[in-house]
């Protein structure tokens, strides 16, 4: 499976973007995909998951302000990232696997663990 990621970029401070990421290759047994992401100097988290039956799940921190939503044949996995703060910027990673990417991730926001994982795309919210 391979994923890419779009839709990243800069944004003033209650501004909104929207992250897209599409997969391809064999995607027919891919059950959960979401968002990582990492700012410098800061550790991993997951922000995001939305599953292939369409439950969704969301880190405290963005509940109320990001909805994530995947297309109807499940290959594409949109991040729409409303009301944003500057503590939302951060390189924003997709991954995707075919029982769930909640996993332990490395120091580069990585796991070995996950079926896939895009090459990640840059957010900047400046106030």
């Known amino acids: 499976v391979h994923l890419v990621e779009s839709g990243g970029g800069s944004v003033q401070v209650g501004g909104s973007l929207r992250l897209s990421c599409t997969a391809s290759?064999?995607?027919?047994?891919?059950?959960?995909m979401g968002w990582y992401r990492q700012a410098p100097g800061n550790v991993c988290e997951l922000v995001s998951t939305?599953?292939?039956?369409?439950?969704?799940s969301y880190v405290d921190s963005v509940k109320g302000r990001f909805i994530i939503s995947q297309d109807n044949d499940n290959t594409t996995v949109n991040l729409q990232m409303n009301n944003l703060k500057p503590e939302d910027t951060a390189m924003y990673s997709c991954?995707?696997?075919?029982?769930?990417?909640?996993?332990?991730?490395?120091?580069?926001?990585?796991?070995?663990?996950?079926?896939?994982w895009g090459q990640g795309t840059l957010v900047t919210v400046s106030s």
């Open positions: 290759g064999d995607t027919s047994d891919i059950n959960d």
């Open positions: 939305i599953t292939s039956d369409g439950d969704a």
């Open positions: 991954a995707a696997d075919r029982v769930s990417i909640v996993t332990v991730v490395t120091h580069l926001c990585r796991s070995d663990a996950l079926d896939a």
